[in-house]
Every structure is written in structure tokens, then in C-alpha cells.
């Protein structure tokens, strides 16, 4: 198969870990006999640097001609001027809203491996096995927000909006994807407090019962699932929720597994290229150093090959180089535990290793 990826490596650790997953890609395609061709455009706080615009018009036509995206991640102190004229997220918000890519999907899995790389218990984690369903181009990130006022009376809003379609094609997937997993949909709200999650709430319970009565659903408020997750991470099997709450759901559900560092995404529209990344940001304090964690990025990139190429048996390879290299006990310092650890390259070499095997 021939397939053009795009790479946006962005800030920080961004271009370190996507090079690392980029070999990895490449040793796929070496070992299975596909093309990939892989360019390279700028997104964030270096696009703001070089041009002014934290996502120019020639990366959105080069993602839009691509077969999938790899993106690192954007943003950092340089870029964090509250009064600046933009700011690297707004490249990476903008990318999802022109791409249409309304799904974003964060699996939280377990490596057996790193269950005691985790904060919480054996006990409590071990088994856990979570598919968040985040929407991604709606609710309070895209809604009308401005400044009114001024001295003590400035005032500032933002205001938060989601539409019955937008909740529709949402939770349609998620339903769907719960029915090949273990047939358990979670969705995630604040209908006792915001219009929105309540509306969010009436077209879940709709689509569910006129499409899948068989799902078995459920409904959980945000701030008792933030405490769930830590409590009983196992009773949840896909979970579907707005924007702002899944942003923050996710990184806590991240620690489940031990490490920020180990959780890819894929952000995926109605057609057209996904977007693959890893769900931790920028990490300006470790750029550069060689020592920021590479598998989420890696995973990111196995999943890029399951959605985007539909290379299912391309992606469980890497899946299972990144088990294979985490059995043999080679960590990076965040899931080292105070343990010998090894740097970013030395981490992707070893995934490269197992799949040149
Ligand atoms: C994420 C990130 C982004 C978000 C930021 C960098 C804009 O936190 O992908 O979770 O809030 O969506
Ligand atoms: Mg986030």
C-alpha cells in the first residue's frame, strides 16, 4: 500500500518523539512492502515563530492531501503571553475544526508491565480497559467568548454549545464501538447544572434507545466520574463525553496506566485524513534532552495504521514490539519508578529492533 503522511512535529518534545515514531513507521513499511512518504510541516508556537500563524495555509492543504496525520505536540512558556495575538493551541484547535475531526478516541490500556508504574493499587487498576469517546470540535473550546468591561468590572465569557447533531455523531460511534468491545457505554455530563449537558444528556438517551437497545448504557456526572476513575476503573468499558470534560477526564484517566507518556489518540471525522498524537503536551522542560517518553507517540502511530491504512496486523506488530521492549524492562524515567531508565532513541531504537525481527 502507498500511503502520505504528514508529520507535524511542533513544540518541545514534539519533534523528538515523532522521529522516533517515524522510524517506526518506516521499519513497517520496509517489513510489509508498503510505501510510505512522509513530509513535514510546521504547526504551534515554531509556525508562530517562522510566519506569524500557528497553523499556515500550506500545513491545512498539505493534511488535507494526506492519507493520515502524525502530530507531536504544541505549545510552551515562550508562547504563553496571555496578551499575545495568538497562541500555539489555536494551530492545533483550528487543524481539528477544518479537518472535521469531531471523534477524538484516548484508549486507556493496561501493559501488565507497568502496573506497578502506576500511582494507584494493583488491585484497583489491574484489568482496566477504557475507550474515551472525546468530542472534539464543539462545546465550550469553540464556543463565542470575548471580554466585556473594564477596572474591576472587566469580565470575561466563553460560552458552551453543543448542537443534537453534533451529540448524534458522536455517540453513534462510541455505541458502536462499545458493540465490539464489551457492549458498555458510560456517557459523561453536568446535566444537574449546564443547559448544554442537559440537552447532551435527552439525544444520548435517544440515540441509545432507538439504536442500540442493546448497548447497555449508562449515565455518570462529571465530577462523581472524576472520582470513579480513581475508585473503580474496571466498570468502565467506553466512555462518551464533551470537549472540556474529556480533555480533563483523560489526563487523569492517564495515570491509570502509570505514565501520561504511554497513552496515544486518534481524532477521526466522517471521511478524510485522522490525526494521530500522543495525549500529553509539549513538555518544554525535558525538550531536547533525550530522555521524554516515545511510546505514546509510537502507539499513536499504530493506531494512525489501524484507522487510517486499515493495516490491522501492521498495527498489533507495533502494539506488540512496544509489550515486547517493556517485558525486557527497558523504561524511560517516567515509568522507571526511580529505576535505571534509558533515553528517547534508545527507547525508539529498541521498538525499531523487535519489528525488524
Ligand atoms: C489535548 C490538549 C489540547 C486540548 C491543548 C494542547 C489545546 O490538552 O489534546 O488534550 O486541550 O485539547
Ligand atoms: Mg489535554
Known amino acids: 500500500m502507498k500511503a502520505k503522511i504528514v508529520l507535524l512535529p511542533g513544540d518541545g518534545i514534539g519533534p523528538e518523539i515523532v522521529t522516533q515514531a517515524t522510524r517506526v513507521l518506516e521499519t513497517v513499511a520496509k517489513k510489509h512492502g508498503h510505501e510510505f512518504a512522509f513530509e513535514s510541516y510546521q504547526i504551534g508556537g515554531i509556525a508562530i515563530d517562522t510566519c506569524g500563524d500557528p497553523l499556515p495555509q500550506e500545513t491545512i492543504d498539505a493534511c488535507r492531501a494526506s492519507d493520515a496525520i502524525l502530530l507531536g505536540a504544541v505549545g510552551g512558556p515562550k508562547w504563553d503571553d496571555p496578551s499575545a495575538k495568538t497562541r500555539p493551541e489555536a494551530g492545533l484547535l483550528k487543524i481539528r475544526k477544518e479537518l472535521g475531526l469531531f471523534a477524538n478516541l484516548r484508549p486507556i490500556r493496561l501493559f501488565d508491565q507497568l502496573v506497578d508504574a502506576s500511582p494507584l493499587r494493583r488491585e ?3 484489568g482496566t480497559d477504557i475507550l474515551f469517546f472525546r468530542e472534539l470540535t464543539g462545546g465550550i473550546y469553540f464556543g463565542e467568548s470575548g471580554r466585556t468591561g473594564s477596572g474591576t468590572t472587566e469580565a470575561a465569557f466563553q460560552s458552551m454549545v453543543y448542537s443534537v447533531g453534533e451529540v448524534e455523531r458522536i455517540v453513534r460511534l ?3 464501538a462499545a ?19 442537559r440537552l447532551w444528556r435527552q439525544v444520548a438517551a435517544r440515540v441509545m434507545a432507538d439504536e442500540f437497545p442493546d448497548v447497555q448504557y449508562d449515565v455518570v456526572l462529571v465530577d462523581a466520574m472524576a472520582m470513579h476513575l480513581i475508585n473503580r476503573p474496571r466498570d468502565f468499558d467506553v466512555v462518551v463525553t ?41 513538555a518544554p522542560d525535558i525538550a531536547g534532552k533525550d530522555i521524554a517518553n516515545p511510546l505514546a507517540t509510537i502507539l499513536a502511530a499504530a493506531m494512525l495504521l489501524r484507522h487510517s491504512l486499515d493495516l490491522d496486523a501492521e498495527a498489533e506488530s507495533v502494539e506488540s514490539a512496544v509489550a515486547s521492549v517493556l517485558e525486557d524492562g527497558l523504561r524511560t524515567s517516567d515509568i522507571a519508578r526511580g529505576a535505571a531508565s534509558i533515553g528517547t532513541e534508545a527507547m525508539g531504537s529498541a521498538v525499531v529492533a523487535r519489528l525488524s525481527n
Do not use: C
Open 179 to 197: 458493540q465490539g468491545r464489551d457492549n458498555r457505554l458510560t456517557s459523561v455530563d453536568k446535566a444537574n447544572v449546564l443547559e448544554p449537558s
Open 174 to 176: 462510541a455505541a458502536k
Open 124 to 126: 484497583i487498576i489491574e
Open 242 to 282: 464533551g470537549n472540556m470534560f474529556g480533555d480533563i477526564l483523560t489526563d487523569e484517566a492517564s495515570m491509570l496506566p502509570g505514565s501520561l507518556g504511554m497513552l496515544p489518540s486518534a481524532s477521526l471525522g466522517e471521511s478524510g485524513p485522522g490525526l494521530y498524537e500522543p495525549i500529553h503536551g509539549s
